[in-house]
Structures are given as structure tokens and as C-alpha cells.
């Protein structure tokens, strides 16, 4: 599985991040949370970042030599360090542990978003800790997971610990389908979708979304409006990977290929 890794940077941590990292980063560091995706072209319609919060998260080191890090799980930076993005092949350097609910409230900037003055790390409970970065980028318009976890961070938000107005967001549509332009609720109702706890109902609804939107969608927002979604998912990729806002990144599918992994 080759993925697309969006570099986030953080702007301002939440309190507990900011107190487990105390002063162990050097100065001037930049942190990325960085989401793996497999569509960059949706990228404009960031609402959020989720981090699943009883995750463990260690903030590595990247080999940029530009004291670049990101916040990603061990397991995917010890991938990373097989593809020459980390200071050595095969060497990890963790500067420290955080679980994923001391990152809860993060800010970050979320390159291409809609939301310019950055994003929240927000809670994602079906969120796998085995899968990419086991950091996601949240497209609620497009993805159903998205959208159905956005609802519930909605509906309770004191439940979550997190506050309103870091979910109370309009939902803009990013790419026309035959299913309408909002390819994401669509599914969410037609298929009777209830919350984010319907593993098998959106297991098909992303099934469904994916092969709508690949074959069939249309961007209507961004410079490359007009475009199909199959032609705007290599652009975009290659606009953020060459103004360095992304980098490629593979996952051996179901093959362990460290010894301790
Ligand atoms: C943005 C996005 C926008 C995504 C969309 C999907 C969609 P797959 O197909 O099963 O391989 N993802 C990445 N890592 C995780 C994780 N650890 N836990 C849960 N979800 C994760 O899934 C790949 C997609 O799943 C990735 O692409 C990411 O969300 C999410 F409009 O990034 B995607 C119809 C889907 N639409």
C-alpha cells in the first residue's frame, strides 16, 4: 500500500503534550502530525486530524537534517526508517511517548485546508493503531468514517473532552459525484448509518465512496476544478510532495519486516 503522508505542523500543543514534551525537543523544532492517505485530492476539505487516545505516539526524528519530526506511531516510523526518512536506515531516534489522548486539542496547520487558521487533533475511536500513521486526516464530505465520527464528536462533545466550536464546522463539498456532491452523508442515510459504531455499514458506504468518487467524481473546488478525481489525485500528490507540504510512503501489506515488530 503506497500512501501519501501530509506534513502538518503543529502550531500550539494541548497542555498535556506540552507537559510530557517539557523541553526535550530542540529549539526550533518542527513537529508534524502526519496523516496517511490514499487521496490527496480531498485534502482541501480538512476539517480535523484524528489520533485514536489509547494509541501510543512517539515523536520521531525525520531525515530531513532541517530539524524536522513527526509524531507518528513506533511501528511506522520504524517503516519510515527502511525508506530513507529517517537520520539513519533502519534507525528510529524517539524523542519522546506520548499517548494519543495527551494530544487531544492540538493545533495544527493543515496544508491545502479550507480551515486557514489550522486544525484540532480530535478522538477517532475506530481509529486501527495498526494501519498507516494511525494518524487521519478528517474528510468528512468524502470519507463516511469521517463524517460519522465528526457526527458523534458533535452530538457530545463534553463526553470527548474536546470543545464545540472544534467540530461545529460547515462541511464544504470538495468533489461532484453521480451521488450527489456530498458523496459522504449520502451513504451515511441511505444506508442507515447510526453512528460510528456501524463497522459493516461503512465498510461498504467507503467501498462504495471510493469507487463513486474514483471513477465517476469530479473536483469542484481547487485549481483543479473541472478535473476528474483520477487526474487530480496525481497532481495534487505531486504539488505537495515538490513544495515539500507531503511525502510518499509505503506499507508492506500484512508483512512484519522488523524483528521486533
Ligand atoms: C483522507 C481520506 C479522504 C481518506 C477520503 C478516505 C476517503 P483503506 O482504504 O482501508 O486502506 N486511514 C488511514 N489510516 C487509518 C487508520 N490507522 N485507521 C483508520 N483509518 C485510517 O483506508 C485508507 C484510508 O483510511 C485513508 O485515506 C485514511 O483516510 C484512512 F475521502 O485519507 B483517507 C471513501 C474513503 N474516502
Known sequence: QEYTCIKLETLEWADRAKEVIGDKLPAGAKVFFIPATLRPETMYGQLCCFVGTKVRYGIFE???????????????????????????????????????SDLIGTLVNAPLSTEVNGIRILPMESLKDSMGTAVVACVPSD?????????????????????????????????STPKGDLIAKTLYEELGINSPKDAKQLAEAKEIAYKLGFYQGTMIYGPFAGKSVADARDLVGKQLIDEDLAFRYAEPDGLVISRSG
Not at 460519522?148 to 464544504?172: H, R, S
Request: hydrophobic letters at 40%.
Open 62 to 100: 525525520l531525515g530531513s537534517g532541517k530539524n524536522e519530526y513527526v509524531a507518528a506511531t513506533p511501528r511506522a516510523a520504524r517503516n519510515m526508517s527502511y525508506q530513507n526518512l529517517s537520520p539513519a536506515w533502519g534507525v528510529t531516534n524517539q524523542i519522546v511517548e506520548l499517548l494519543g
Open 143 to 175: 470519507s463516511p468514517d469521517d463524517y460519522a465520527t465528526i457526527l458523534e464528536l458533535q452530538k457530545k462533545p463534553e463526553y470527548f473532552g474536546i470543545q464545540k466550536e472544534w467540530v461545529d464546522k460547515e462541511i464544504l463539498p470538495i468533489i
